[in-house]
């Protein structure tokens, strides 16, 4: 790989993306950057850009902490740095792996120097390193969200502050936060999402003479990157000067109270949490201000602010998607905008009082108006006019046209509304989805961080220390030091520092808790098909998949229906689309409950080989009938059950049969399953008084169960 940056003027389109993240590097304050986006759009490639435009620092020779020399920091563990000799570097782009450790983000003790010379140090970590520069996480998404709250935390206050292993430091860390993610690979969650101060979403472009103008420029760099560089040296020169400019407008940029009272009123209007909406949409007009080069905030500058600060803290609930309302963004605006001074009366004439039918100046339909709402108004995202409505089966109805033909045609739609009796029925809406009950996985796990089941995981708190099993990851330090102190003497000690052999170090083990594969196996048959009792089952899985989305797990999805089982959902980490898949469910046709069991031993089966450390947890969604697949359908389904019960993975089956007379068959099911069976009341967490936390499939009372 090249040396060269790719030039970030070299980028095609992407305006947005583009503006985000010069307005973090003009104000750092605002609070970062969220890209969302499909793979494939040069996020990587367009963030690592821009740390080349930053302007070079000065830091103290020595300070490891990259500690400004006109303002060092108090706290700084390097020391004071009055009279250190100072030079400049440029500024730093520190990219964090997915699988970092908390220890490598915050630093840790340096054990090296402790165990060799007994003396306590501090190695500092990643937010140390990026201080005053750039600090960029690829695939936020994926990173264990104790990290993600970590990193946040730090950006927020500017500072990181380490207490561990008998280490005490603080330590500045303000940098230029930016994470890209692709939303078909998981969300994150709303607590995370609003710790961004911007949020953009890109998409690659569907215009073919852009398309191709991309694919020359890489063409182009990949072919000799320093000559393609050097192409765009010049406007690269030009945009860093701008955005040293425009730091130093910034501390001149007035921000008046029209423009605060409109930043204040569109978050009331939509609603936001908090107040942290509000301080970074100010920042964010401020900084837009600036880079305009002007030394006070617009409307335009509001309205700007609001696209790109608060579109990621309108969800109402996990499944809701960004977005926000431009048509309303633009009337709260209007509504609070600063009133113009009235005009002074003119004497009016016997002949001119009345002679404008339209009202005048002051009349509300006035083109050139201050509160005129034309085209340009909206921007460069703003609509010219209004869309025509329209047409097709949602146009105007017949009897506008013709009223007497709509009198003989009246009774037409009725069919429409009964339509003949069909094999499939139409999907239904969800219910309201509710908190429920915690199902988890019996015994102790080793898969990724999570909030579901008990696991040894990185995170938790240490509960033991062990002898390593293969490569030390995290060294239980004063276990570690007990088991060396007794060989001391033995040893030939003569300084303070300890004499170790391999035999003597230990490691942490922490507990904690896992995310797990929560394989939804759903009947989509006719005997789940009426309506009101579907509605209630689908809203019971849409609270099934919001647990899971709370609880960091990877969902599946499989559905059967007439004469097979289709896998709707493969295993991801994107609970969005399940909720989207269980949303357009149709119904209808014959129950085959044992083609549903077999396709998901399979998928557990693959999924078991693929990520064996993570965990399964089926919930089988049925009222237990079985009509597919011959007389022995209930056998036949029974014997697949047996399968997964030998596998020992662990199972709920959520009863949906209804009525005064019930069967048994799902608590039939459950029990050849050796899983907990709960009724559609009982999934409410507040539905019991009691309840069950656990699955415990391989114990002797869930056999008794059984």
Not at 43 to 59: D, E, H, Q, W, Y
Not at 136 to 145: F, G, H
Not at 547 to 556: L, N, S
Not at 664 to 690: I, M, N, P
Request: aromatic share 2%; hydrophobic share 40%.
């Amino acid at each position: 790989m090249s040396d060269v940056r790719y030039p970030f003027t070299a980028i095609v389109g992407m305006a947005d993306l583009r503006l985000g993240l010069l307005l973090n590097a003009v104000s750092p304050a605002v609070g970062g950057v969220l890209v969302r986006g499909e793979k494939g759009t040069a996020k990587s490639t367009m963030v690592r850009a821009l740390a080349g435009l930053l302007p070079s620092i000065a830091t103290v020779d020595g300070c490891r902490f990259a500690c400004d020399p006109a303002a060092p920091d108090p706290q700084c563990p390097d020391g004071a740095h009055a009279g250190a000799p100072v030079s400049e570097r440029p500024a730093r782009l520190v990219e964090l792996p997915v699988g970092v450790s908390e220890d490598r983000i915050v630093g840790s003790l340096d054990l090296e120097r402790a165990l060799a010379e007994g003396v306590k140090a501090y190695e500092p970590g990643l937010l140390a390193r990026a201080h005053r520069g750039v600090l960029y996480i690829d695939e936020v998404n994926l990173l264990q969200d104790h990290v993600v709250d970590l990193l946040l935390d730090a950006a927020a206050m500017g500072r990181s502050y380490v207490e561990r292993e008998g280490v005490s430091v603080r330590h500045a860390a303000r940098f230029l936060l930016v994470g890209t993610m692709n939303p078909e690979e998981g969300e994150l969650r709303p607590q995370l999402l609003d710790r961004f101060g911007l949020t953009v979403e890109i998409a690659a472009t569907r215009d073919p003479a852009e398309r191709a103008e991309v694919v020359r420029r890489r063409l182009g760099y990949d072919a000799d990157p320093a000559a393609f560089a050097a192409r765009f040296a010049e406007d690269e020169r030009a945009l860093a000067d701008r955005i040293t400019a425009a730091r130093e407008l910034l501390a001149r940029v007035e921000l008046t109270d029209t423009a605060l009272r409109q930043i204040t009123a569109v978050c009331a209007a939509f609603e936001v949490d908090g107040l942290r909406a509000d301080i970074v949409m100010a920042r964010t007009a401020v900084a837009l201000a600036a880079w305009a080069g002007r030394t006070e905030v617009l409307a335009e500058d509001v309205r700007k602010a609001a696209q790109l600060a608060l579109p990621h803290r309108r969800r109402r609930n996990p499944f809701d998607a960004p977005g926000l309302d431009e048509e309303q963004l633009d009337r709260v605006l209007e509504e609070h905008a600063e009133p113009e001074p009235e005009a002074q009366p003119e004497p009016a004439t016997a002949e001119g009082a009345q002679e404008d039918p339209e009202g005048g100046p002051d009349g509300p339909d006035d083109p050139d108006g201050p509160g005129g709402d034309g085209p340009q108004d909206g921007g460069p995202d703003g609509g010219g006019g209004g869309a025509p409505e329209p047409a097709g089966p949602d146009g105007p109805p017949v009897e506008a046209a013709d009223p007497a033909a709509a009198e003989d045609t009246a009774p037409q739609p009725v069919p429409a509304q009964h339509p003949a009796p069909a094999r499939e029925s139409a999907p239904v809406a969800a219910g309201d989805p509710y908190r429920t009950r915690l199902f988890a996985v019996d015994g102790t796990g080793r898969g990724a961080q999570g909030r579901r089941s008990p696991a040894e995981t990185d995170g938790g708190h240490t509960v033991r220390a062990r002898r390593p099993r293969g490569r030390l990851a995290r060294l239980h330090l004063s276990a570690t030091l007990r088991a060396a102190a007794p060989h001391q003497v033995a040893r030939g000690r003569s300084s303070r520092a300890l004499v170790l052999h391999k035999d003597d170090f230990r490691e942490q083990v922490r507990q904690g808790r896992e995310s797990n594969l929560v394989l939804f196996v759903v009947d989509a048959s006719g005997s789940m098909a009426a309506r009101q009792r579907m509605t209630a089952v689908k809203g019971a899985v849409l609270s099934l998949l919001m647990d899971a989305y709370q609880r960091r797990d990877k969902i599946g999805m499989i559905t059967f229906r007439g004469a097979s089982a289709e896998l709707a959902l493969p295993p991801t980490s994107s609970v969005e689309v399940g909720a989207a898949r269980l949303e357009s469910l149709p119904t209808g046709g014959r129950t085959p409950l044992a083609a549903g069991l077999l396709r998901a031993h399979e998928v557990l089966r693959v999924e078991r080989l693929r990520d064996p450390d993570r965990r399964p947890l089926l919930v089988v969604v049925t009222d237990g009938r079985a009509t597919g697949g011959g007389r022995d359908a209930v056998a036949q389904s029974h014997r697949a059950a047996g399968l997964l019960a030998a596998q020992g993975v662990a199972s709920v089956v959520l009863d949906c049969e209804s009525g005064p007379v019930r069967l048994g068959l799902a608590g039939a099911l459950a029990a050849r399953l050796r899983a907990t069976s709960v009724t559609l009341d009982e999934l409410r967490a507040d539905g019991v008084a009691s309840l069950v936390r656990e699955n415990r499939p391989t114990t002797t009372a869930a056999r008794k169960a059984a």
